[in-house]
């Protein structure tokens, strides 16, 4: 396995540094290796113990001081538990929260995207019942209105499915559903008509064989559903299968999993990540600044320790995040977590999604409103996901183009010449 490093040391006995004899070789930088031999937390992600595992072990809230709170306690702490414990029907949820009668009426119609809660993120939901996060996972009976133009697969995902579970609409990389399952079902789910439905028919072997054949695709997208819900045995599996085709370079997880159910990230998932970290990214679908809580904080620590780039991807929702403060504060509070905001969406034409959906005005005038006022590495791109993939929308800085003159507006509305270099020469 590369470690992407030039200049390490790569051991597997005590002679070299004074540790236990190790199963496994790895690898150290000079630097980080004198640097951090001593510390006792960071060592754990490069050192190896009795057993020759490198351990990445960190409890919740160990290495960001004495505050420690889980929104469950015990049990709550198993991610197991949390799946096999999660809300999925009108008499668990009423025990919960008090539901309006668009929230009951939702489970007296014929549903066809079912729901489905984490106690973990109903306990967010719980602390406040108010908060915008509600109505991302908390279904009304809205969703039961169809508007015009509105589809199961708004972007045309079933045509581009070159074999079953493997989307290609790029030329280099592919989308590999891995599984049907969701910890819990976002309302806006622009894969409602697979998430959920217990249809899901592996066909692992076959996407191998497809992906060992065409040598252009260099990309893979673990996708779902959520690949984190998947065992650690399968999720192992899967990504050294995937690790092991020489010309794939990139391998991303999509996953709501930190969010929802942050457990999952347990020392035994970092450990299988670990090894593949040179070619893995990790994709986390945020929507809201309430979303991050101590263990989501942490889960994406935890991740980040490995190596693995993190970045976000947003939609944007009506009535959940859709004004400038609150994006602000969510896309700044992923950067302290590590996390690179990437994409903002456009509310996908999903059927009975109107409801969420704000106009393409609202967008921009959210980009405007976080570009230059805050730190650029917090601002997402600004995209309308469609059947030809992500179109970026314009923001407006460019104000004028003529004879090699560009006229370019600055997040204050102030306004510059660039001259291209030709025009200067004549
Ligand atoms: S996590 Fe993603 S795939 Fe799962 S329900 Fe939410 S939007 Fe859909």
Not at 308 to 322: A, M, R
Not at 381 to 400: A, E, F, L, N, T
Request: charged residues 25%; proline residues 5%; aromatic residues 10%.
């Amino acid at each position: 396995m590369n470690d992407g490093t030039k200049n390490t040391v790569q051991t597997t006995s005590s002679e070299e540094i004074e540790e236990p004899p190790s199963k496994l070789s790895y690898k150290v930088t000079d630097y980080y290796y004198s640097r951090f031999k001593d510390h006792p937390q960071i060592n754990k992600t490069f050192l190896p113990d009795d057993r020759g595992n490198i351990v990445l072990s960190c409890e919740s809230g160990d290495h960001l001081g004495e505050e420690k709170q889980s929104p469950v306690e015990n049990l709550g702490n198993d991610w197991h538990w949390q799946i096999k414990n999660s809300i999925t029907t009108l008499e668990d949820i009423s025990k919960h929260l008090v539901l309006t009668d668009e929230e009951k009426n939702f489970f007296k119609s014929k549903q066809q995207f079912k729901f489905r809660i984490t106690p973990y993120y109903l306990d967010l939901i719980k602390k406040n019942p108010n908060s915008p996060i509600r109505k991302s996972l908390i279904p009304n009976n809205a969703e039961f209105n169809i508007s015009n133009g509105e589809s199961i697969d708004p972007l045309g995902e079933d045509s581009d499915t070159c074999i079953p579970n493997l989307i290609k609409r790029y030329p280099d990389r592919v989308l590999y559903i891995a599984t049907d399952f969701c910890s819990a079902n976002c309302r806006y789910c622009c894969r409602s008509r697979l998430v959920g439905h217990e249809k899901y028919k592996d066909n692992f072997p076959e996407i191998l064989e497809y992906l060992n054949t065409h040598s252009e695709i260099r990309d893979v997208i673990v996708s779902g559903g959520d690949p984190m819900t998947l065992s650690d045995k399968r999720l192992d599996f899967i990504l050294s299968r995937l690790y092991a085709i020489p010309h794939i370079q990139i391998i991303r997880i999509g996953t709501k999993v930190p969010v929802v159910l942050p457990q999952r990230i347990t020392t035994n998932l970092l450990n299988i990540l670990n090894k593949f970290w040179d070619k893995l990214f990790i994709n986390i679908h945020f929507i809201h600044e309430d979303e991050i809580s101590l263990d989501t904080k942490n889960a994406c620590l935890k991740l980040a320790r490995l190596g693995i780039p993190l970045g976000s991807q947003t939609v944007l929702l009506k009535g959940i995040n859709d004004n400038i403060e609150s994006m602000k504060k969510l896309v700044q509070k992923l950067l302290s977590c590590k996390v690179i905001p990437r994409y903002l969406y456009q509310m996908d034409k999903i059927q009975g999604g109107d409801h969420f959906r704000t106009s393409i005005e609202k967008g921009i005038e959210i980009i405007k409103g976080i570009q230059g006022f805050t730190s650029g590495m917090c601002c997402p791109k600004y995209v309308v996901d469609s059947h030809y993939g992500k179109i970026p929308i314009d923001i407006g800085s460019v104000r004028k183009k003529e004879n090699g003159v560009y006229v370019l507006r600055n997040y204050e509305g102030k306004e510059t010449e660039y001259r291209e270099w030709f025009l200067r020469q004549g």
